[in-house]
């Protein structure tokens, strides 16, 4: 029975080739590896590169084989293969050149497995904290610049998350929880396209409470700093009704302007622009990692094609 269940739990399991161990010159090994990250056999090419790890460790062809295994994970999206190779590279080399990659690479995975705000943001926690080590230890590099793009987005992440649990504590009628969230966004994700409406939010919860000074104070607030807001103009018109019209009048929206969907943009735009940056790393890793301007490298890429059957 117990054989059954092995063998059952195990069909289940995603299958990869694996190789049987015999030992290979590396360079025919690496090179294989490189040919099938070449032609997008991404599986494969992970396989050829363990072995290289396995056969020969701590070796300079073992560091760039668990780079490459980085790369091949994340681009076959075995987000967790990737962040476990790019971790096993920073324990093993963490004074590297390449190591300011891998700790990219890593907080890149955390950040493309961003689900919707109605989901639990725990990724989302955890590619914030990748991508400020990224700023943290290489800010002066292309991968802090854009580190610092996605920290953006991920601030936004997490206010639409507060939001969307203030909103929900407000339909039921817990005004003290749905204040408290609509706060923490003011608070701490203050540069978001949230904050015009945790403002209005307020101003409905205050006036709902009877604490018609706070509205008027967060109504001001919001006229202050958004003049030309939608929600501006709703906490306006609220305000007015209470008696209690702001001195700022809601100024017209420029033309075109329409009401904006936070997130929703930005994840479609990140998402064109990390299909093109992905293209980019493979070619840059290509010649950068894979061809390292060493003649070794390159006689195995020789090596592989010569002997492409024998290793399979």
């Not at 030992?23 to 032609?39: K, M």
């Not at 039921?172 to 966004?185: C, D, F, I, S």
């Not at 000074?213 to 003049?227: D, K, Q, T």
Request: charged fraction near 25%; proline fraction near 4%; glycine fraction near 8%.
């Amino acid at each position: 029975m117990a054989a059954a269940l092995l063998v059952s739990a195990c069909a289940g399991e995603r299958r990869r080739p694996r190789l049987q161990y015999q030992e290979r010159a590396v360079e025919l090994l690496y090179g294989t590896g490189v040919s099938r990250l070449e032609s997008r056999r991404w599986d494969e090419a992970t396989t050829f590169f363990e072995e290289v790890e396995r056969q020969h460790p701590y070796s300079e062809w073992s560091r760039r084989a668990i780079l490459m295994q980085v790369y091949a994970h994340y681009q076959g999206n075995n987000y967790e293969e990737a962040i476990a190779a790019a971790d096993r590279f920073i324990r093993l080399y963490p004074g590297s050149s390449s190591a300011p990659y891998a700790f990219y690479m890593k907080a890149i995975c955390y950040f493309e497995q961003i689900v919707d705000v109605g989901r639990d943001q725990g990724v989302t926690v955890q590619a914030r904290t990748a991508l400020q080590d990224v700023v943290r230890r290489y800010p002066n590099t292309a991968y802090a610049a854009d580190a610092r793009l996605k920290l953006d987005m991920v601030a936004d992440q997490l206010a639409g998350k507060e939001m969307a649990v203030g909103r929900w504590y407000q339909s039921q009628n817990q005004l003290l929880a749905a204040a408290g969230r609509y706060k923490h966004v003011i608070d701490q994700y203050q540069t978001t396209s949230h904050t015009p409406e945790a403002l209005y939010r307020l101003v409905e919860v205050y006036l709902t409470m009877g604490l018609r000074e706070e509205a008027i104070r967060n109504g001001s607030v919001l006229g202050f700093n958004y003049p030309g807001s939608v929600w501006y103009a709703d906490a306006y018109r609220l305000l007015a009704r209470e008696g209690a019209r702001p001195d700022v009048e809601p100024q017209a929206p420029a033309r075109g302007w329409r009401r904006f969907i936070p997130g929703v943009r930005e994840r479609e735009q990140d998402r064109n622009f990390g299909q093109a940056s992905r293209e980019q790393q493979r070619q840059e890793l290509v010649r950068g990692i894979m061809q390292g301007g060493s003649e070794q490298e390159n006689d195995a890429r020789d090596s592989a094609q010569e002997g492409a059957d024998e290793s399979r």
